[in-house]
Each structure stands twice: as C-alpha cells, then as structure tokens.
C-alpha cells in the first residue's frame, strides 16, 4: 500500500525515501526536515539513515540503484540514487533534492572539494558507495516554513489512523483475530482522540508568552 507523503500529502511520494522507523517521504521532504533536525516528521524518532524506498517507488531499481551516492549531512547519511539512464549528474541530483542553489553546493571527499560539475574528474571521483560531506546554503526565504505544532499533532494522527488500518485490514479478513487484537485498536483509538483534543485545546488556549504578563 502506498502511503502519500505525511509533510507536503501527495498521494504518491516523488523518488520516495524510507526512514529507519519505516515512514516514507518525498526525497525532497525528507531532505527538508532532516536538514532542520535529524528527526522523524511524524513520529520524532531520531534519524541516522534515510535510503530510497524501492517498495514504492515507480521507479526501476535498476536504473536508479546502479549509481548511489552516500551523502552525509548534520549526523545522517543519505543513500542518494542516480539515473544512470538519464545520466544524472550528481550535482543537479543533490540541488534539486536538498533544495541549494548549485553555485552554492560544495561536496567533500576526505576533506577535500570534489571537481566541478561537468568535468571527467568528477566522475571518476563518485565511485558507487563513496562517501561525500554535504555542505551548502539554501535560500531558506523560497522554502516552505517548518512544520508547526498544529502540523505536528495532524502528522501524529497521520500515523496512527495508518496504524489503525493496519490493525483494522486483518481483523476484517480474519473475525477471530479480532479477539486478540481489539485491545491493541482501542490503544490507538484512544491515543488519536487524545491528540485531537491537544488540538483543540491548544487552539481554544494558546500558549502565552511570559514576556507578556510583565
């Protein structure tokens, strides 16, 4: 079943990346929010991994898969799959999925800049499996502001309403395992209802600032 993207929801996540607690994102929604901190969007568990999610993705692993980049940045390693078909350069790849401009994109290899876009020597420096340090300034003024607490709560919800249906689908095909399972469902129905009422009472009562009441 293929989830749509719990930060920007479109129904099939673009060149969808998984993370280690198996939630699945755009790669460039994933790239956004671990670059503001290495943490899940939906469940915060924290992040040192993200790789494409061949499961479901459009994609054919065999073009794609031929050419990964493993590309670190603030403490997460990113698998970054080329498209060896289309000659992908690796440079455009990285701008366009972590969203800098690509005269301010530099990649280092042991400490060193890697060549310029376009040369021989780049491409004999990206050997399938490599290691390269990420660094670079987005024009943060042309990106969408991060997730806030209302969008958090809903991304919270996202994840348990996709665990109910998880739990929901075997109990439909099989009634006996409704037996063993109900408990687990109420667990989930009753988490759900406490986040909607966080919601609400936040919006009804919204945090002050201490700087006000002096």
Known sequence: ???????????????AFVLPCTHTFCDRCAARFLWEKPACAVCRAPV????????????????YAASILVVKHK?????????????ECAYE????????PIDRLKLIQKGKLLPARGTPDLEDALR??????????????????????????????????????S?????????????TSVLGGLALVARTGGLFLQSLVMRNHPRRDPDQDE
């Open 93 to 100: 790849r990285l701008s366009a999925m972590f969203q800098i």
């Open 167 to 179: 739990w929901i689908r075997p109990v439909l095909s099989d009634p006996r395992a409704a037996v």
């Open 1 to 15: 079943v293929i989830m749509s993207c719990p930060i920007c929801f479109a129904a099939s996540p673009v060149r």
């Open 75 to 87: 403490g997460v390693t990113f698998e970054v799959d080329l498209d060896t078909n289309a000659h």
């Open 128 to 165: 399938p499996g490599v290691m390269i340090q990420l660094m670079g300034s987005r024009l943060e003024q042309q990106l969408p502001p991060a997730p806030g607490p209302f969008r958090r709560i809903r991304l919270q919800m996202l994840a348990l309403l996709a665990l109910l249906s």
């Open 48 to 63: 040192i991994s993200a790789s494409p999610a061949w499961a479901v993705r459009n994609e054919p692993p065999e073009s």
